[in-house]
Nanobody, 121 residues
Framework: QVQLVESGGGLAQAGGSLRLSCAAS????????MGWFRQASGKEREFVAA????????YYPDSVKGRFTISRDNTKNTMALQMNSLKPEDTAVYYC??????????????WGQGTQVTVSS
């Protein structure tokens, strides 16, 4: 059974940092690309970052580029999202996902339960 479990969410002040982690089990982790998405209250789910199977290729939308960094450790079946220079508009539930290297949520077949990130101004 495939399972993705996020951790590390919480409350931060604007300009601060948080680090999210995602632990995967029940599959061959290195066979899949991974991504982070977020969904703010009342809004559509939004792409945040993607990382290729090897970890060499990474992709970010302009909204987080230069502030967020995605990484993975295929020896530990984990992925992380380092979030710096946080803004109130980064407030959302963050989800890790496993699938194809893409910014499209439909290309990811497995999802975590989500972790709340709240940034105060």
């Amino acid at each position: 059974q495939v399972q993705l479990v996020e951790s590390g969410g919480g409350l931060a002040q604007a300009g601060g940092s948080l680090r999210l982690s995602c632990a995967a089990s029940g599959l061959t982790f290195s066979s899949y690309a991974m991504g982070w998405f977020r969904q703010a209250s009342g809004k559509e789910r939004e792409f945040v970052a993607a990382i290729s199977r090897s970890g060499v290729s990474k992709y970010y939308p302009d909204s987080v580029k230069g502030r967020f960094t995605i990484s993975r450790d295929n020896t530990k079946n984990t992925m992380a999202l380092q979030m710096n220079s946080l803004k109130p508009e980064d407030t959302a539930v963050y989800y890790c996902a496993l699938g194809s290297y893409s910014e499209n949520a439909d290309d990811y077949g497995y999802w975590g339960q989500g972790t709340q990130v709240t940034v105060s101004s």
